[in-house]
């Protein structure tokens, strides 16, 4: 009896929030990501949200073999999330793109809806970073998607040629980190 009380328990949570996570793909139109919660978080308190780009040929699974690096973020007490780049890389957003392919911003778009659909996100507190061609993506959202995030932290990576002229979302808060003896990606 308790066995059957347990499970009709558990039928009236939704599927989605114990459908994805570190271990397995939380499914998007146009593809996939992972995420990883703070341990011991009770799933209902709002928390702050990293959303890691990857780099060149880089992938979610990738970015969470660093464990140090998610860990940084949850042991904080943020979500951290790791998105997919169909084919190993990022592609320009924006009118006029170079690239084929994927429509970036609507993939950026379906990961952040469906993240908000999953968990309580602390909207104050949403960092979009990114290494290399994933701090050129994090580059790319803020200008075309800003009003995603609070806060941008490209790392190593800058726009592709040609610069916009203007960002159609306006201004954002970000901060650009890249080494002064690196002479790729320097804007």
């Not at 209902?44 to 073999?65: A, C, I, Q």
């Not at 890389?89 to 990961?111: P, T």
Request: proline share 6%.
């Amino acid at each position: 009896m308790r066995l059957i009380s347990l499970l009709l328990i558990l039928l009236t949570f939704p599927v989605a929030a114990f459908a994805c996570g570190a271990n397995s793909r939380c499914e998007v139109p146009g593809g996939y990501y992972l995420a990883a919660t703070p341990e011991g978080w009770n799933g209902k308190t709002p928390h702050p949200l990293v959303v890691y780009f990857h780099g060149w040929n880089g992938s979610p699974e990738g970015t969470f073999r660093n464990r140090g690096k998610v860990r940084g973020a949850t042991s904080r007490g943020a979500i951290f999330v790791a998105p997919f780049a169909q084919t190993g890389y990022w592609r320009q957003m924006g009118k006029g793109r170079a690239e084929k392919g994927r429509d970036e911003a609507a993939y950026v778009r379906a990961v952040m809806d469906d993240i908000r659909r999953r968990w309580p996100i602390d909207e104050t507190q949403t960092l979009a970073s990114g290494f290399s061609r994933g701090g050129s993506m994090v580059w790319n959202v803020a200008c075309y998607t800003g009003d995603l995030f609070r806060a941008y932290a490209p790392i190593a990576g800058g726009f592709w040629r040609s610069n916009p002229k203007t960002c159609p979302t306006g201004p954002v808060n970000l901060r650009h980190i890249h080494g002064l003896s690196d002479g790729v990606g320097r804007i």
